[in-house]
């Protein structure tokens, strides 16, 4: 089973660029990396998803190495409304067929004024 | 925009009880899927469903079964509640199978058993 391992807190003030790195390992070839964040008391939300070096949309980036045993999750500027959960996701495991995804612990990620 | 959506947000039942949480997507996805979520483990798979009437054990399948009778609905059952199963009940679905679809989830259920 593809595991990752991500900080469980990171603390931050407004208007700072926040890095979450997220290690996976086992990862197989084709396999995508995607990120998710939750607000309390809501389900998780998709962020942003990437197969390799750099990927932005318009709320992240996402930086994966040529090993692509890690991926960093870039949030710039982060505003109090960032104060959520961040989850990145394992790639589905292969050998048994299994076609779903495995979250992790994810970060909590606090942002202050 | 996809919608899922969660039978109730909170339910409180008692132990020995069975527990019916009912999940309902309107995208005509292909898979389903049941998460809880405890404070500090993060979201754990229970059951996931690929098509109709097929389903698999995700990492912690035990005192829960499931249904997808239709495509849109995934039923997650509790046969007899108990006090451990107090937790946020999540669903989500995805498009494609092949596991890295982008997955929406409904808002949750939190449940209590007392």
């Known amino acids: 089973l593809a595991k990752t391992t991500q900080p469980v807190s990171m603390d931050s003030y407004e208007g700072q660029e926040v890095n979450i790195t997220c290690s996976h390992n086992?990862?197989?070839?084709?396999?995508?990396i995607t990120w998710y964040q939750q607000f309390p008391s809501q389900g998780p939300r998709f962020i942003i998803q990437?197969?390799?070096t750099k990927v932005t949309n318009e709320v992240a980036s996402l930086f994966i190495p040529a090993d692509r045993k890690s991926s960093t999750l870039s949030l710039p500027r982060v505003s109090l409304s960032d104060t959520a959960v961040y989850y990145c996701l394992a790639p589905p495991v292969v050998d048994t067929g299994r076609r779903a995804l495995t979250f992790g612990s994810g970060t909590r990620l606090q942002v202050q004024p | 925009d996809v919608k899922v959506t969660q039978s109730s947000r909170y339910l409180v039942k008692r132990t020995g009880e069975k527990v019916f949480l009912e999940c309902v997507q309107d995208m005509d996805h292909e898979n389903m899927f049941w998460y809880r979520q405890d404070p500090g483990l993060g979201l754990r798979l229970i059951y996931f469903s690929y098509d109709v009437k097929m389903k698999e054990k995700g990492d912690i399948p035990e005192g829960y079964s499931v249904s997808r009778e239709k495509k849109e609905r995934f039923s997650l059952i509790l046969e007899s509640a108990s006090t451990n199963q107090t937790s946020m009940y999540l669903c989500?679905?995805?498009?494609?199978?092949?596991?890295?679809?982008?997955?929406?989830f409904g808002p949750g259920t939190r449940l209590t058993v007392l």
């Open positions: 086992n990862i197989a070839t084709n396999d995508y």
């Open positions: 989500a679905s995805t498009r494609l199978a092949g596991g890295t679809d982008t997955q929406y």
């Open positions: 990437g197969y390799k």
